[in-house]
């Protein structure tokens, strides 16, 4: 199974901003659907952004206007551009990727999450 490999993180101040990356790490036909999610000390992980197949991008409330989620099918890579950050956005960050190989066959990985800090 072809592993996605998160990069991006650290330390940013209030307002500051900051892209994650969530790259193959090996040749896959297709990217179909990603999701991003957050989970800060003592919270239950959350759905912060999340790409259909279909091309519709859905957002949290609470990053609405300030995030954005990309790909570049090319490169087989997604990012989350986070813009205003804020100390409430500070948590491990986690992309979640379905795919599929040339065989046809699906598959659905979790990165290893990479931790994102909103201090000053």
């Known amino acids: 199974q072809v592993k996605f490999v998160e990069s991006g993180g650290g330390l940013v101040q209030p307002g500051g901003s900051m892209r994650l990356s969530c790259a193959a790490s090996?040749?896959?036909?297709?990217?179909?659907?990603v999701d991003w999610y957050r989970q800060a000390p003592g919270k239950q992980r959350e759905l912060v952004a999340a790409?259909?197949?279909?091309?519709?991008?859905n957002y949290a409330d609470s990053v609405k206007g300030r995030f954005t989620l990309a790909r570049d099918s090319a490169e087989n890579t997604v990012y989350l551009q986070m813009n205003s950050l804020k100390p409430e956005d500070t948590a491990v960050y986690y992309c979640?990727?379905?795919?599929?190989?040339?065989?046809?066959?699906?598959?659905?990985?979790w990165g290893q999450g990479t931790q994102v800090t909103v201090s000053s």
């Open positions: 790409a259909t197949s279909g091309g519709t991008t």
């Open positions: 979640k990727v379905n795919y599929g190989d040339y065989d046809g066959m699906p598959y659905e990985y």
């Open positions: 090996g040749r896959i036909f297709s990217i179909y659907a």
